[in-house]
């Protein structure tokens, strides 16, 4: 089998060693067969790409054509972040700036806009906090005036008996009946019950440091996204549930103890259908 080259690379193929194929061609040299092996088996093993990258950044040759074909899948892919990539190529004393200024500029660009959009949906969830405190406030502090003239079920004029919700919408008593439920507003039920699944899905979520740890190893190369995604499931916070049912408040433990708790009060009052506090 010594510099069998031919037998060698159909054991490699066999047994799905890619990276070892890969490798055969770097020792020979062979840079149109190790683009071809990224080209055949990248799919599969999509980090192919990363280690054709750092391959031509070794070299002092002239392999300007090389890496920007390279660098165009992994871009294609979103392999590798910018920074890592030019961290990459500083190796390289014959790379220049403008084998990656158009990666690096198209990379920017899309940075730019997610930051909009971002900004943009952040306003907007700031907006819709500062309406729903003072609903709250006006809730808590004034009386609710009801002036329905239609039930919001049958879509009759309104009459006696009838039943209003906080929320605003209004039922003929007879229609109410009929409901699932007769104490929360049949068109806010499935609202209120999402947001009430969120609360149990971070009861669930809250200790599992260990998955965190798990999922934060895989995606190192976007491990932002990982820390904000378990951020957001409250994994490093502090959560206390509070309910108007005597003996019903519980502590749950976190990953991570920050100095300032998060506190979810779910509040049900005649007729509101329930509200949520944060």
């Not at 892919?77 to 403008?98: E, G, R, Y």
């Not at 499931?233 to 549930?241: A, I």
Request: charged share 30%; aromatic share 8%; glycine share 4%.
């Amino acid at each position: 089998m010594h510099d069998f080259r031919a037998g060698i690379l159909h054991l490699y193929e066999k047994a799905r060693l890619y990276r070892q194929i890969l490798q055969y061609y770097m020792d020979q040299n062979e840079y149109d067969h190790v683009i071809e092996t990224c080209n055949d088996h990248g799919k599969k093993e999509p980090n192919l790409w990363i280690l054709a990258l750092s391959y031509f950044a070794r070299k002092e040759e002239d392999c300007k054509d090389y890496i920007a074909g390279v660098l165009a899948h992994i871009e294609k892919k979103a392999l590798m972040p910018p920074l890592m990539v030019v961290q990459t190529l500083a190796h390289n004393s014959t790379c220049t700036l403008a084998v990656v200024k158009d990666f690096i500029t198209r990379k920017l660009k899309e940075e730019s806009e997610q930051i909009a959009k971002d900004q943009d949906l952040i306003k907007k969830y700031r907006e819709d906090t500062e309406r729903m405190k003072r609903e709250i406030e006006q809730l808590k502090t004034s009386a609710k005036v009801f002036q329905p003239t239609k039930c919001h079920s049958c879509t009759n004029p309104i009459d006696l008996p009838a039943v209003h919700f906080l929320c605003g919408h209004s039922y003929h008593q007879a229609c109410l009946e009929v409901a699932e439920s007769e104490t929360e507003c049949p068109l806010c039920v499935e609202k209120n019950r999402e947001v009430l699944d969120l609360i149990r899905a971070q009861e669930q979520t809250t200790g599992l440091h260990e998955d965190f740890h798990t999922e934060l190893e895989r995606k190192k190369t976007d491990a932002f996204s990982v820390v904000a995604d378990y951020f957001g499931r409250g994994v490093f916070n502090k959560v206390t549930l509070l309910t108007d049912a005597p003996g019903a408040v519980r502590q749950l433990p976190a990953a991570v103890d920050l100095p300032k708790n998060i506190v979810l009060t779910t509040r049900t009052g005649r007729g509101a259908g329930g509200d949520t506090h944060f």
